[in-house]
């Protein structure tokens, strides 16, 4: 019978065991390990994925909220974004509520835009909404509750716009005085630098209102603007609110930029009364062929008590916006294209230069049309000052404003 050795058996068997203990004895700690510094922190695994562990982590947002303040909800974000920089974090989907400038998402009250990526200085960077470390402002406030950063200076709770009336007059509280007309400037971020703004009093009445332009150097950064504006309509009561707001390029609606508390201040001053003056338009009815195109009817119209340099601007302002309803429904027609801007007017004693923009020419033709425009505009003037001189110019260009 045939012999078989066990050495070779046992050889392996020895190699086995020995590559066992090998393996065991590096995966055991062992004196020859250098200490751990005390310098290193503790790291910690994040993973956000219930409302408990967002809360634990200072980022209790629900959808509702995030949206109603202007806010984007993002449901399968980066676990990754907000997290400490010594802590290690899982990719994994984690509800947030995100925010940025350029996509004109802003953070409810009581939350501040962070973590903002790829780089905080880039316009397009996106951020998350955290709870705000020196909350001041109550929940219920709206976003576009402005905070007055200094005297007369008004920052939007999402640091977009600004209004800035610093350099005007204020009241004891620093609030803005809005006499008639007014001027506000500031700055803003808005989707293709248009917006609009408005004035109204205490009960809701509408006082002004026009369309601004914000002077931005390129997309996503800030713009400048200074608008000049009138009231069209009698204030109910001396305080007010100017709101910017622009139109939703994805459904049209009203979006809030700033709202700002002023005070309509001509109705706090002692003997404020109405100043009454006439404005001046064809009437298709009261001359029905136009037989002279330079006959124009007075309209009444009446304001609140003024500085009198201030009467010629007001006037040209009340002409400019036209007939009213009921005095078109009665013949009254305005010959000046609609949409022209407010002229720069000089008064040189006894002669009223007026200086348009080319927004006085746009659609004119015919000499008749230009007599009336002519006619309305001098009309209007020497009403308030009788026997003064008018300039129309376009452009400071005189000779070729109002030409057939």
Request: proline letters at 6%.
């Amino acid at each position: 019978m045939k012999q078989y050795s066990l050495i070779p058996s046992t050889l392996v068997v020895s190699t086995i065991i020995f590559i066992l203990f090998i393996g065991i004895y590096l995966l055991l700690p062992h004196s020859a390990s250098a200490p751990e510094s005390k310098s290193v922190k503790k790291q910690t695994v994040v993973v956000a994925t219930n409302t408990a562990q967002l809360i634990d982590s200072g980022l209790d947002i629900t959808r509702d909220t995030c949206n109603k303040g202007g806010g984007h909800w993002n449901s399968c974000a980066s676990s990754c974004r907000g997290a400490e920089k010594n802590e290690v974090c899982i990719q994994v989907c984690k509800e947030q509520c995100e925010c940025g400038s350029l996509a004109h998402w802003s953070c409810p009250v009581g939350y501040e835009c962070t973590d903002l990526l790829p780089d905080a200085q880039d316009p397009a960077a996106i951020g998350i909404c955290t709870k705000s470390q020196n909350q001041t402002q109550p929940q219920s406030q709206a976003k576009s509750q402005p905070q007055i950063a200094s005297s007369g200076i008004f920052k939007s709770t999402d640091g977009l716009t600004i209004i800035d009336q610093s350099q005007r007059d204020l009241n004891e509280k620093g609030i803005p005085l809005f006499y008639n007309p007014f001027i506000f400037e500031g700055s803003t971020i808005v989707f293709e630098n248009q917006f609009q703004w408005r004035v109204s009093d205490q009960k809701g009445n509408l006082i002004a209102s026009g369309q601004g332009y914000a002077d931005s150097p390129d997309v996503g950064l800030p713009g400048h603007f200074s608008i000049k504006g009138f009231f069209d309509a009698l204030p109910q009561s001396s305080d007010g609110t100017l709101e910017l707001f622009y139109y939703s390029p994805e459904d049209g609606s009203e979006k809030t930029l700033i709202k700002v508390p002023v005070q309509l201040a001509q109705m706090n001053k002692e003997g404020t009364h109405l100043r009454k003056f006439k404005i001046y338009f064809s009437n298709s009815k009261k001359d029905p062929n136009l037989l002279d195109c330079s006959k124009v009817y007075p309209v009444e119209r009446q304001t609140l008590d003024d500085e009198l340099d201030q009467i010629a601007p007001i006037n040209i302002h009340a002409l400019l916006r036209g007939p009213t309803a009921n005095e078109k429904a009665l013949g009254y027609i305005s010959s000046l294209p609609e949409g022209v801007h407010e002229p720069k007017i000089i008064n040189n004693g006894d002669t009223f230069i007026l200086d348009f923009d080319d927004t006085l020419k746009q659609g004119v033709a015919g000499s008749c049309r230009v007599q009336a425009i002519r006619s309305q505009i001098e009309k209007t003037i020497q009403a308030a000052f009788p026997d003064s001189k008018v300039v129309i110019s376009v452009n400071g260009n005189t000779a070729e404003a109002l030409q057939p």
